[in-house]
């Protein structure tokens, strides 16, 4: 499952031409981003839309030789998945989902510049979100040589557009502590925090975390915490469908305690 910043603040591409020297292009350009989505999906049927609901279009970023940004390019986008009922690229670089399956695309700058492959899934427009693991536990006892325990906030993301309820994939969960009980406990900085696969938090704190649904629909933070100073814990998830509007069922109330 990939988190929003690796699919909204994409690196700047490189891309490989000959000798592997900076080209010298029109319009002063010599490096293009990647294609930046606004979203990882888009709804079957619908535009493609930023995480407010607005229809956003594709997006390509030109630097200059300077590092400078260069406004006004025009690219032009070419889907790579094997022929079928992929998306409809309008006029403005608006996307619309024709057929539920992930879709590949280039963007091209001028005969020169082309970027690397991104991938968008169409998807059914999700309705629900719901706790795929206990909403109340209890941190448990940290492990031989341990200091701190986590526990599993499990949520699944589905749609019942065909009749048939099943998960959606790529739509994007923002977990956040809430609550800490009783309100006047004392806890250090980052000894209680949401992590991810790999034990790490993202911010400073730790007290926000964000996660993108995988191909059943689940997404997943871990509360890591060294048990003392506090009596439980609230963390909220919230996801909304491709419109921007709040999932039914969201937020999700997890409680944890520490006994």
């Known amino acids: 499952m990939l988190s929003p910043p690796a699919l909204a603040g994409a690196a700047l591409a490189v891309v490989a031409l000959s000798c592997g020297e900076v080209p010298t292009l029109p319009d002063g350009i010599a490096y293009i981003s990647s294609v930046l989505l606004p979203s990882p999906a888009v709804a079957l049927g619908d535009t493609l839309r930023d995480s407010l609901g607005q229809a956003a279009p594709l997006r390509i970023v030109g630097i200059g030789n300077a590092g400078d940004t260069i406004t006004g390019i025009t690219p032009t986008y070419v889907v790579t998945t094997v022929p079928?009922?992929?998306?409809?690229?309008?006029?403005?670089?608006?996307?619309?989902?024709?057929?539920?399956?992930?879709?590949?695309?280039?963007?091209?700058?001028?005969?020169?510049?082309?970027?690397?492959?991104?991938?968008?899934?169409?998807?059914?427009?999700?309705?629900?979100?719901?706790?795929?693991?206990?909403?109340?536990?209890?941190?448990?006892?940290?492990?031989?040589?341990?200091?701190?325990?986590?526990?599993?906030?499990?949520?699944?993301?589905s749609s019942g557009a065909t009749g048939t309820r099943a998960g959606v994939k790529s739509i994007i969960v923002r977990y956040r502590i809430t609550n800490v009980y009783p309100a006047d406990a004392s806890i250090p900085d980052t000894t209680l925090v949401l992590v991810d696969a790999s034990n790490r938090f993202a911010d400073s704190t730790g007290l926000t975390a964000v996660d993108t649904t995988d191909d059943s629909g689940n997404a997943s933070r871990s509360i890591r915490s060294i048990p003392f100073g506090f009596d439980s814990v609230e963390i909220r998830a919230t996801a909304n469908d491709l419109r921007g509007t709040p999932l039914r069922g969201s937020p999700i109330r997890f409680v944890v305690s520490t006994r």
């Open 84 to 157: 079928g009922k992929t998306i409809t690229i309008a006029p403005g670089d608006f996307v619309i989902g024709d057929s539920v399956r992930p879709v590949q695309l280039v963007g091209r700058v001028g005969d020169r510049l082309q970027t690397p492959a991104v991938t968008l899934d169409v998807v059914q427009q999700p309705d629900s979100i719901g706790a795929a693991s206990d909403t109340l536990a209890v941190f448990p006892l940290p492990g031989t040589g341990e200091v701190s325990s986590s526990v599993a906030l499990g949520v699944t993301v």
